[in-house]
């Protein structure tokens, strides 16, 4: 069963950054797109960056230009470098397969509180 382990989130100064990342149990971690997800309290959870088993990335708007999402595959690891945040980036974050029909079990997310 493929496990994801995400970690790197914390209490932020509006402004600051923030590295998450997100370990994947399971090989054939590079044969997937991958993507971080959020989700604020009260939201439904919202996709923030995809990237592709080839690299190419895409971005919601929201974070376009701040955030930026990368993979090692072979350390199995996702990445999401967070600048420039702000409160409404405040959320529980995980990362999962892009497409739905790929989707494993969710993991427990890690929290990014941003606040002065």
């Known amino acids: 069963q493929v496990q994801l382990v995400e970690s790197g989130g914390g209490l932020v100064q509006p402004g600051g950054s923030l590295r998450l990342s997100c370990v994947v149990s399971r090989t054939g971690f590079s044969m997937y797109a991958m993507a971080w997800y959020r989700q604020a309290l009260g939201k439904q959870r919202e996709l923030v960056a995809t990237i592709t088993s080839g690299g190419s990335t895409d971005y919601a708007d929201s974070v376009k230009g701040r955030f930026f999402i990368s993979r090692d595959n072979a350390k199995k690891t996702l990445y999401l470098q967070m600048n420039s945040l702000k409160f409404e980036d405040t959320a529980v974050y995980y990362c999962?397969?892009?497409?739905?029909?790929?989707?494993?079990?969710w993991g427990q997310g890690t929290q990014v509180t941003v606040s002065s």
């Open positions: 999962n397969r892009r497409v739905t029909s790929d989707q494993v079990m």
